[in-house]
């Protein structure tokens, strides 16, 4: 019995580790957090079953945790996400300006003209008494931000569609911008 739930809580770890650490939205945090629930309960269990007083006592709190991040990224920030979406979807059809929900800018998809993936974007630089954006921070490559290469895409070349990020580059226009520092972007 304690081999089993050993294994149960080591994969549950592993696998709600993965699943928050990824940032792949709300939801998917969120389940990770009950990944994570059902790991410390496990882990919880084998204290018991040990007679290991401390871990124990540490995954009763853990549980508690992570019962928090559910209630957070799949109760209130969910509810956020959903609430933007609303909002973005309404200005579309009114007249003006069609709005976009600024997380938006920390995680789409960058394509270029020909509908071509170039990147994700990873920030935005914006003015602060203008509130325009001045420029994007796009990834390019590499695997969970190892290796990856960062450009500057001006936002006068770029526009938001949907739930990505439209630019007029195609992909060798794309290759031939500068790379940026990662520690030292530039200031206009």
């Known amino acids: 019995m304690e081999t089993f739930v050993s ?19 709300a939801r998917i945090t ?3 957090f009950i990944v994570f629930t059902v790991g410390s309960i496990a882990w919880l269990t084998l204290g ?22 559910v209630w957070r990224w799949l ?3 969910a509810r956020v996400e959903a609430g933007a979406e609303r909002a973005a979807e309404k200005s579309a059809a009114l007249r ?8 938006l800018l920390a995680r789409a998809p960058v394509v270029g003209r020909d ?7 990873v920030d935005a630089m914006v003015g602060c008494s203008s509130g325009r954006l001045a420029y994007l921070v796009v990834a390019e490559g590499g695997l969970a931000g190892v290796g990856e290469v960062l ?22 226009a794309f290759a031939r911008l500068p790379k940026l520092a990662r520690d030292n972007w530039p200031g206009r």
Do not use: K, Y
């Not at 294994?7 to 939205?25: K, P, Q």
């Not at 003006?96 to 997380?103: I, R, S």
């Not at 509908?115 to 974007?121: D, E, F, K, P, R």
């Not at 450009?151 to 060798?172: K, P």
């Open 7 to 25: 294994w149960i809580a080591t994969v549950a770890t592993i696998a709600a580790a993965c699943m928050t650490a990824s940032n792949l939205g």
């Open 48 to 69: 018991l079953l040990t007679n290991q007083p401390a871990l124990l006592w540490t995954n009763i709190v853990l549980t508690g945790l992570n019962l928090f991040g």
């Open 115 to 121: 509908g071509a993936a170039l990147g994700t974007m």
């Open 151 to 172: 450009r500057r895409v001006e936002w006068s070349g770029a526009e938001i569609g949907g739930d990505e990020v439209r630019t007029r580059l195609d992909g060798a």
């Open 75 to 77: 109760g209130r920030q």
């Open 30 to 32: 969120g389940f990770g």
């Open 96 to 103: 003006g300006e069609t709005l976009f929900p600024a997380t």
